[in-house]
């Protein structure tokens, strides 16, 4: 049986957020595909949201997320900020 994979997403309102939330990703050790080509994680721009706010998905398992969510919290804590995340399981 294969561990449950979650959605979510990261909304970024500026761009320091973008460059905090790829930080977090890269200290949490993703990487933007995994094995079999599927994405981990990808980012859509302003104009691929019909101008709603810029956004990453994401689509990992819950240890996945668990790292992230200890990176988000510590890019924010070294003065991060600007963006939102929720997970949709």
């Keep these: 049986m294969s561990e449950r ?4 997403v990261i909304f970024v309102y500026d761009r320091q957020a973008r460059s905090d939330v790829v930080e977090a990703f890269r200290r949490a050790g993703w990487k933007p595909r995994n ?5 981990r994680y990808q980012y859509l721009s302003r ?3 019909s101008g709603e706010t810029p956004r990453y998905l994401t689509h990992a398992t819950m240890e ?6 200890k990176a988000l919290e510590e890019v924010s804590r070294e003065g991060g900020g600007g963006y939102e ?3 949709t399981g």
């Design 85 to 87: 995340s929720y997970l």
């Design 35 to 39: 094995e079999s080509g599927s994405f």
């Design 64 to 69: 996945e997320v668990d790292r992230l969510a």
């Design 47 to 49: 104009s691929e949201c």
């Design 5 to 8: 994979i979650y959605d979510g």
